[in-house]
């Protein structure tokens, strides 16, 4: 499954693997522990061998600024009335936002 359709498939199957888990099982502890099941960690065996460390120590900062964004979503949740559309739509803005101002300002360094 070395190839672009393999891991097509492999990445759509775990998505929709999880999506049905969360939504069926009713205990959602359960389900939250299938909706976070890392997909990046397990994505570093498609990644070449020189470019691994770097990969990974990337996916550990990104990690970091998804847990900012997962926290401002569920604050918004817990803390106002916005609609689960817009606290995700404000938190993807701010985990991108992080994400760009790494990437445009302090990767370089």
């Keep these: ?16 693997g999880i999506t049905y888990l969360s939504n069926n099982i009713q205990n959602t502890v359960v389900a939250s522990m299938f909706a976070t099941m890392p997909l990046a960690m397990p994505s570093t065996i498609f990644i070449n061998d020189n470019k691994v460390k ?6 550990l900062l990104f990690d970091f600024f998804l847990l900012i964004s997962t926290f401002q979503n569920w604050a918004l949740l817990e803390y106002t ?11 993807m803005i701010t985990f991108f936002t992080l994400v760009y101002i790494y990437y445009k300002f302090i990767h370089k360094l």
């Design 54 to 59: 770097k990969y990974s120590k990337h996916i």
């Design 1 to 16: 499954m070395d190839n672009i359709l393999g891991k097509f498939l492999i990445g759509g199957l775990t998505l929709s």
């Design 81 to 91: 009335s916005l609609n689960k559309y817009k606290t995700v739509s404000l938190s």
